[in-house]
């Protein structure tokens, strides 16, 4: 539900409650007060989550299960696609003059909070993280693939240069053998 005071400008239900009886107290209640708040009442198995801002009270009706991160995104959310759609007519809006356009993006919004796991930002960015975290592992283990090639590479390479060293005294020797063996031969 999305209200200016007491004036409920919209409203959308995807269940059969009586939940629109109780939004309607809190809106009562919450009417006392003029400055911006976020708040949570419990109601049988369900918790009701205002956010005030601005003179618009935003409502949304959630179980318990859905904790407070994912219900405030929601109504942080239809506030601004509220007011970004509706502007200065909410301040002379009727009452549920706006209901039959918006009901709909809050429905959308209902579906996409409760069933994309993208649409909570902390899960996001703890599959963000997690992504990040296994590319790191994957680098540090190539990493420590290639240390390894190095060293073998480095070891085959002081091999190397000690076997053509022998080979190169070795040769030199041959080579002297082989100048004397032919100077005693002329």
Same mark, same amino acid.
């Given at each position: 539900m999305v209200a200016r005071g007491q004036v409920v400008l919209t409203e959308f239900s995807a269940t059969q409650t009586n939940a629109s009886t109780v939004a309607r107290q809190i809106l009562e209640k919450m009417s006392q007060g003029?400055?911006? %708040?976020?708040?949570?009442?419990?109601?049988?198995?369900?918790?009701?989550?205002?956010?005030? $801002? *601005?003179? &618009?009270?935003? =409502?949304?009706?959630?179980?318990?299960?859905?904790?407070?991160?994912?219900?405030?995104?929601?109504?942080?959310?239809?506030?601004?696609?509220?007011?970004?759609?509706?502007?200065?007519?909410?301040?002379?809006?009727?009452?549920?003059?706006?209901?039959?356009?918006? %009901?709909?993006?809050?429905?959308?919004?209902?579906?996409?909070?409760?069933?994309?796991?993208? $649409? *909570?930002? &902390?899960?996001? =960015?703890?599959?963000?993280?997690?992504?990040?975290?296994?590319v790191m592992i994957d680098n540090i283990e190539k990493v420590l693939e290639r240390s390894n090639r190095l060293e073998l590479l480095v070891e085959k390479t002081r091999s190397m240069q000690g076997n053509s060293l022998r080979f190169k005294t070795q040769s030199h020797r041959y080579k002297n053998t082989m100048r004397w063996s032919n100077c005693k031969i002329t």
């Amino acid at each position: 539900m999305v209200a200016r005071g007491q004036v409920v400008l919209t409203e959308f239900s995807a269940t059969q409650t009586n939940a629109s009886t109780v939004a309607r107290q809190i809106l009562e209640k919450m009417s006392q007060g003029n400055n911006d %708040s976020n708040s949570s009442f419990s109601h049988d198995r369900y918790i009701f989550h205002v956010k005030r $801002a *601005d003179g &618009l009270t935003v =409502l949304c009706m959630a179980d318990d299960a859905s904790g407070r991160r994912i219900p405030f995104a929601f109504l942080e959310d239809t506030q601004q696609r509220f007011v970004k759609t509706y502007g200065r007519a909410i301040q002379s809006a009727s009452p549920y003059a706006m209901n039959e356009e918006f %009901s709909r993006v809050m429905s959308q919004q209902m579906d996409h909070f409760s069933t994309d796991p993208n $649409a *909570d930002r &902390l899960n996001r =960015l703890k599959g963000e993280m997690s992504q990040v975290r296994s590319v790191m592992i994957d680098n540090i283990e190539k990493v420590l693939e290639r240390s390894n090639r190095l060293e073998l590479l480095v070891e085959k390479t002081r091999s190397m240069q000690g076997n053509s060293l022998r080979f190169k005294t070795q040769s030199h020797r041959y080579k002297n053998t082989m100048r004397w063996s032919n100077c005693k031969i002329t």
